[in-house]
């Protein structure tokens, strides 16, 4: 059967209270004026990625266990405003739902109802099998019910992407992910070895590829053996929000590397994304257009002495940061069964 999804991606579904606050972490007081006020909306790590792969053309489909409830009315409207593919397996305990915090610098910390998930929640074993057998590839979210599907992805031939974000390297939930795996993202800010990690990977699982994205210092590759340095974009925007970096690159490198570009320049694709994504308030849900991440990739291909001070896209320059976290400040600590 031929596909007709280019990506499938598995879990993530929910919704975001933001909240922007003074400072983090938040000085203690009786009380706290927010501007510019709080808002609730649509998106938590499944989604965006959904929302990048789609704004890059990519034919996507998401399946996630969803509740009868407000929260779950704001994800479908999301998938449907959007032309998102969605299969929506009812949840009882209600739609995963979050409060991030926001700081001025950009800085996120994010706090899970844990009430809404369940160790017996499951992804119908038939509904993956279906997906799967019509799709390309499949990115899943470190969910525990999509932990579960895995071996059925497996079984249907699909190559498998998963991001373990801020993981530490040992934590034993995130192995699952990270062994079955092709291709893995995560961020270095847990790490104290980054590279043992990547290779230890590799070593132990599926992966042909390993990405460790590094905030303004870029990303670290580590593919056919070779670990290589992928610099950073700076953004065409002033950081507001590092809220869906991740996703961003994650989307972004997929819509190259499904279409047959080497890992390196993949990306590079993904580092331009994840700049874009620091760019948009946390209140809104939206990902980098494809002639937007073309220019912003061929201005990082350039050679360096052609570029100048008013390029939109540009390499950063030596010396200057946009750090949206400081290093080895995790932005998003993600529990178990967390979005």
């Not at 409207?77 to 305990?93: C, K, S």
């Not at 899943?140 to 992805?153: D, F, K, M, Y």
């Not at 002033?238 to 690159?249: E, H, K, Q, R, W």
Request: aromatic share 4%; proline share 9%; hydrophobic share 40%.
């Amino acid at each position: 059967m031929s596909a007709e999804i280019d990506v499938l991606v598995l879990g993530g579904a929910g919704v975001d209270t933001i909240v922007h606050v003074p400072e983090l972490p938040v000085p203690f007081a009786d009380s706290h004026m927010i501007r510019p006020g709080i808002v609730t909306r649509a998106g938590q790590s499944g989604d965006f990625v959904a929302l990048g792969t789609t704004a890059l053309g990519l034919r996507t489909h998401h399946l996630d266990l969803l509740g009868d409830d407000s929260e779950g009315d704001l994800v479908r409207a999301l998938h449907r405003e959007r032309g998102i593919g969605l299969t929506a397996v009812p949840q009882p305990l209600g739609t995963k739902r979050a409060v991030n915090l926001v700081g001025p610098d950009g800085r996120r910390s994010s706090l899970y109802d844990a009430t809404r998930a369940a160790e017996t929640d499951r992804l119908p074993e038939d509904t993956v099998r279906a997906l799967a057998a019509v799709s390309r590839h499949a990115h899943v979210v470190i969910t525990q019910p999509c932990a579960h599907a895995l071996p059925a992805l497996r079984e249907a031939g699909l190559t498998i992407s998963t991001d373990l974000h801020d993981w530490d390297g040992s934590n034993p939930y995130h192995e699952p992910f990270a062994h079955q795996a092709d291709l893995v993202f995560l961020s270095s800010a847990a790490l104290t070895d980054p590279e043992r990690t990547m290779r230890r990977i590799t070593e132990r699982g599926r992966a042909r590829v390993v990405v460790a994205t590094a905030g303004a210092d870029g990303a670290y590759l580590l593919a056919d053996g070779e670990l290589t340095h992928v610099p950073a974009a700076v953004p065409p925007a002033p950081v507001v929000d590092s809220n869906g970096a991740g996703d961003a690159f994650a989307a972004a490198f997929l819509h190259a590397w499904l279409d047959g570009a080497p890992p390196r320049r993949s990306a590079l694709y993904g580092t331009v994304a994840g700049a874009y994504a620091c760019t948009i308030p946390s209140t809104r849900a939206a990902g980098i257009g494809p002639e937007e991440l073309r220019a912003g990739v061929a201005e990082l291909e350039r050679p360096g002495p052609s570029r100048t001070p008013g390029d939109r896209w540009r390499a950063r320059p030596p010396g200057v940061s946009w750090r949206a976290r400081p290093p080895g400040v995790s932005s998003r600590a993600r529990p178990p069964g967390g979005s």
